[in-house]
């Protein structure tokens, strides 16, 4: 036993945490927000230059070769400076879709570009009536000459405006909620008949619905074999899972952070809020949240790439509830605890509170992950 | 001992709901019932409607042009305007400062004020709270310093609630700055218009504009527009906090949005079934209700007394706590109801007027769009009028004796 992090992973800590906290302060968070397109590409190659993007990238393919608790290493500071560029979405979760297709020519290629960050990924698995479940596929690939043809609608795909290409799961066998069946494709952002609906979501960041209408695409685009899919998907998400715990914990850590700097300088009755024993046992409690939050985002990193799969999501359900208890707790708190001035876009703390929020909400909320965790563990 | 209204009560239902019925125009109960934001003319529209039927001035007595109902009265309207999707009332003048210029207004400041308040004619905005003085709120600095037939103010004021739709403002003001804190604070009237007062917008998290600040720069205030008398208006103050806390639960607005999250989550679908049949989901929803119903028999309680004896007392501290972590579960489960089509932010599909693309359900269910921004708006509920913690604390002082 040893929660200690390696040299190297510390040391990869620190450039993140040095080159964001000198890059991306709140201004410049909120100007990119701000702006139409909402990521920067000057940020996304400052992140390229420091290795950033090719953390998870297989070494044949450029990158370092690193895993999860590199990953975990670095998050924690990209949740903290609200990071809005699709670290997440394309430098783990799509890098962790491609690993697994690493051999195959164009995946390799795909890696290859994404490590010195070239090209943008995103996952386009989710649909509308999926909610959080991996295998409600409704997406259709027809087979066609010696191509597919791909029609459905993924919902919520974060980052998908700023990627160049998508990785589209779509049925070429079975019915909605399936195991078998799920196949996988690379999809070109400009694919014809390919259409997204991009918008922000509440914490600031990207996402996009994509229709795909009668999408042409060459068998070669094809990852893996056909109808085998989803474990390589649901692996992905398991990564990216333990790295959103991972973000949560570095916005956390600020939020609490924050909230005891402010008891200590607002006063009120002529004396700082902080002296009052009410708010001192809630901030012991935002402390509380905390430590078990980070306990648990360290525990999905070391579990998230498990080969037994019923062990991997036991661990990272566990996580995710009580990451998601957490985050509530903190976020709410941490509001609550700036009173008037926590409501307002000026502060950090209504930004952190945001993204918190939202990730609650994303790869499933601390209900279904309880509900998950209570049906894979034996009585 | 029984739990039902009166028949005379009962008879009194039914008249607010054939009113609700004839004169609340849909346009206005689609917004409300939906969430979507209302503007100013939906209020003021709203407000004079309910002039002209004689209630403009609702919790007031006859002599002041008000229908002269009681606290339970009072209840009923509000809860029957809440279920059916009537504006909520814009409490700070007709609640806030028209009880404090009856009980302590000179008959000139009574005639002037109170009919335009009732009409909706003049729109009132409160001042209390300042950058340093929100739970003290008794700390406060804003100065008002004689000046012959005037007052000259100076200061700012924060947290100004639609005080950029204000004609007029009541002001708490410093006019004795020797005097102990409580001691020195005056009440003033403040015409908008005056030269030297600044509105500046204060935007929240949900990108919403419904609060500012209020810089006051020499300021010049007629004498006569103070209520009462110098260095007393603490005493007012403190009066009107008491009315600011009728209803303060707001159990038909939390009757009106606990209905639509159990039609929302029949709508959403989890495992292949509606999440309203999710066993933890259910769970969550009955708490809230049971939460709910408890809450609604202690109000009515809190009435029952007041009928005897119409002022409010500390028990409205337990209201105002429950009430608001009541309020911000069904909001939270809302949100929570939709999941992952909670998180798209579209200014455009929170106004009641747009309009879905037809040949596409993006992005989500339409009465997803705004359940995030509504979540995270409702957690001014638990700071504002007295944070929560304050509550606690008067519950533990004036009804516990701790």
């Known amino acids: 036993m040893n929660f200690e992090f390696s040299e190297e992973q510390r040391q990869l800590h620190d450039v993140v945490e040095r080159y964001l906290s000198e890059q991306y302060g709140f201004a410049r968070y909120k100007t990119i927000k701000g702006s139409a397109e909402g990521w920067d590409p000057s940020v996304w190659r400052g992140l390229a230059d420091l290795g950033v993007l090719a953390i998870t990238v297989p070494a044949a393919q450029g990158g370092l070769g690193f895993g999860p608790l590199e990953t975990l290493a670095m998050m924690g500071d990209c949740g903290r400076t609200l990071l809005l560029e699709p670290v997440l979405s394309s430098a783990v979760i799509a890098t962790a879709v491609l690993r697994a297709f690493a051999g195959e020519q164009q995946a390799g290629a795909l890696l290859m570009r994404m490590a010195i960050g070239e090209e943008i990924a995103a996952l386009a698995h989710f649909e509308s009536g999926a909610r959080f479940e991996s295998q409600w596929v409704t997406t259709r690939a027809s087979r066609r000459d010696d191509g597919y043809v791909l029609d459905g609608h993924k919902g919520v795909v974060m980052h998908a405006g700023a990627a160049d290409t998508l990785l589209v799961s779509a049925r070429t066998a079975g019915q909605v909620g399936d195991v078998r069946g799920v196949s996988l494709f690379m999809v070109p952002s400009a694919a014809p008949g390919l259409v997204m609906d991009i918008y922000p979501t509440v914490d600031g960041q990207r996402a996009a619905d994509v229709y795909l209408q009668a999408v042409e695409l060459p068998e070669s685009s094809r990852l893996g074999a056909e109808g085998e899919a989803l474990g390589a998907v649901e692996g992905a998400l398991d990564i990216g899972l333990a790295a959103l715990c991972a973000d949560a914990v570095g916005v956390m850590q600020a939020m609490v952070d924050a909230t005891i700097e402010y008891v200590r300088v607002r006063h009120q009755f002529g004396q700082p809020i902080g002296r009052f024993q009410a708010l001192q046992h809630r901030i012991a409690d935002m402390q509380i949240h905390l430590e078990q939050a980070r306990s648990m985002s360290y525990l999905a990193a070391l579990r998230c790439t498990d080969e037994d799969v019923r062990e991997r999501r036991r661990a990272l359900s566990a996580a995710k509830a009580v990451l998601g208890q957490a985050a509530r707790f903190i976020g709410q708190q941490s509001v609550q605890l700036h009173g008037g001035m926590g409501m307002t876009d000026e502060l950090k703390v209504s930004h952190w509170f945001k993204r918190l929020t939202a990730a609650q909400l994303m790869f499933g909320d601390s209900d279904s992950h309880l509900q998950r965790y209570a049906s894979l563990t034996p009585a | ?402």
């Not at chain 2, 639609?162 to 708490?172: N, P, S």
């Not at chain 2, 929170?350 to 979540?375: K, V």
């Open chain 2, 1 to 402: 001992m029984r739990l039902e209204f009166t028949d005379e009560e009962q008879v009194f239902r039914e008249e607010v709901r054939r009113f609700l019925r004839e004169q609340l125009s849909s346009d206005i109960s689609d917004k409300v019932l939906n969430g979507y934001e209302l503007g100013r003319e939906d209020h003021v529209m709203w407000q004079r409607r309910l002039h002209e039927r004689g209630w403009g001035g609702m919790g007031w007595p006859v002599e002041f042009g008000g229908p002269g109902w009681n606290s339970v009265q009072q209840y009923i309207f509000e809860e029957e305007s809440a279920l059916a999707g009537a504006p909520r009332l814009i409490p700070f003048g007709t609640k806030m400062v028209a009880p404090v210029i009856m009980a302590f207004g000179s008959v000139a400041q009574q005639r002037r004020f109170l009919p335009k308040i009732s009409s909706g004619a003049e729109w009132w905005c409160q001042g209390y709270s300042e950058p340093g003085a929100g739970s003290d709120l008794a700390s406060l600095k804003t100065r008002a310093v004689r000046d012959g037939d005037h007052y000259v103010v100076d200061g700012q004021k924060t947290w100004n609630t639609l005080g950029q739709y204000a004609d007029w403002i009541f002001c708490l003001v410093r006019t004795d700055p020797h005097a102990k804190q409580q001691s020195g604070i005056s009440f003033l009237l403040i015409d908008m218009k005056s030269p030297g007062i600044t509105v500046r917008p204060i935007m929240l998290l949900d990108g919403g504009h419904e609060v500012n600040e209020i810089w006051f720069e020499n300021v010049r205030v007629p004498v006569d527009n103070r209520i009462g008398e110098e260095n007393r208006g603490w005493t007012y103050a403190k009066f009107l906090l008491g009315h600011e806390r009728t209803n303060i639960a707001g159990i038909g607005i939390a009757k009106r949005e606990l209905a639509r999250l159990k039609r929302i989550a029949a709508c959403e679908y989890q495992h292949g079934r509606p999440l309203r049949e999710d066993p933890l989901f259910a769970a969550q929803i009955a708490q809230v209700e049971v939460d709910l119903w408890a809450l609604e028999i202690t109000n009515l309680r809190v009435l029952s007394a007041q009928r005897q004896s119409p002022s409010t007392g500390p028990e409205a501290s337990i209201l105002k706590i429950k009430g608001t972590e009541i309020h911000q579960s069904i909001s939270e489960l809302l949100m929570r109801a939709v999941g992952p089509y909670a998180l798209p932010l579209r200014r455009e599909a929170m106004e009641a007027g747009w309009q879905f693309d037809p040949t596409r359900e993006s992005p989500g269910p339409r009465y997803a769009s705004t359940l995030a921004s509504s979540y995270f708006n409702q957690r001014k509920l638990s700071i504002f009028g007295g944070s929560n913690e304050i509550q606690k604390n008067i519950i533990a002082k004036m009804i516990v004796g701790l």
